[in-house]
């Protein structure tokens, strides 16, 4: 039987969807450690590249912080953390907190560039306008500023998601729940149609959340900046 066949025959028996261990009370898992490290990298990085974008202060320091983090293996932060907290942590946290660790660093470029990027971008003639208003930056910040920028925060909030959602596999590697156990123990078992089932259900998961997302993001979006970007 070729692989298309064992994948096939895994994701249509009704065993592999149920169960504490089926498709979908892993998929649960697995959107809880991503949406809760993408909470976590949004309120670290969000304020501050308002920060950064309002005041134009430390912008290359966000940079090189940023790449700095991204050149950083995701699997050896893992197990360094791992080492680090567990034997100052008990139970699941021990290992449900290093997973997290490394989601949020992964997390926190995308978001932290979308958003001094977006405030940056924001039309000068607005922000000159509104100050001729009277407005205190505060003001210029909430009220023209964030609003304008809106369409890159969310598109960096969306990269980030998707790359959570690939790397959230590795939890599996110490023993978490979550879509990547059908990648650690289908290679285990030798189980190939698991595994690549496993893949492609991550795969679907992440567009998902992304078309999810992408419904929030024209919610949030004035309908005048849906067309917005790095060049309008």
Do not use: C, K
Not at 26 to 47: C, D, E, I, K, N
């Amino acid at each position: 039987m070729n692989a298309l066949a064992l994948t096939w025959e895994w994701l249509t028996d009704p065993a592999s969807w149920t169960g504490a261990g089926g498709i979908l009370a892993q998929s649960v898992a697995h959107l809880r450690y991503s949406f809760l490290a993408l909470l976590a990298a949004a309120l670290v990085a969000v304020p501050v590249g308002l920060w950064v974008g309002h005041t134009g202060r430390g912008r290359w320091l966000a940079v090189n912080a940023a790449g700095a983090v991204r050149a950083v293996p995701s699997l050896g932060v893992l197990f360094i953390a791992v080492l680090l907290l567990l034997p100052r942590l008990r139970g699941e946290l021990a290992f449900e907190l290093p997973a997290l660790i490394v989601l949020v660093l992964l997390a926190v470029p995308p978001v932290l560039a979308g958003t001094y990027a977006g405030v940056q971008a924001t039309d000068p003639a607005a922000r000159d306008a509104a100050r001729g208003m009277g407005m205190t930056g505060t003001q210029v910040l909430r009220l023209v500023e964030i609003p304008g920028a809106m369409p890159l925060i969310m598109s960096g909030l969306r990269a980030a998601m998707l790359q959570i959602i690939g790397t959230a596999t590795i939890a599996a590697i110490v023993g978490l729940g979550g879509l990547g156990r059908f990648l650690i123990d289908g290679q285990a078992s030798r189980d190939y149609g698991q595994m690549a089932g496993g893949a492609v259900v991550v795969a679907l998961l992440a567009l998902a959340v992304d078309i999810a997302l992408a419904a929030v993001q024209r919610l949030v979006v004035s309908p005048g900046l849906t067309t917005a970007g790095p060049g309008r």
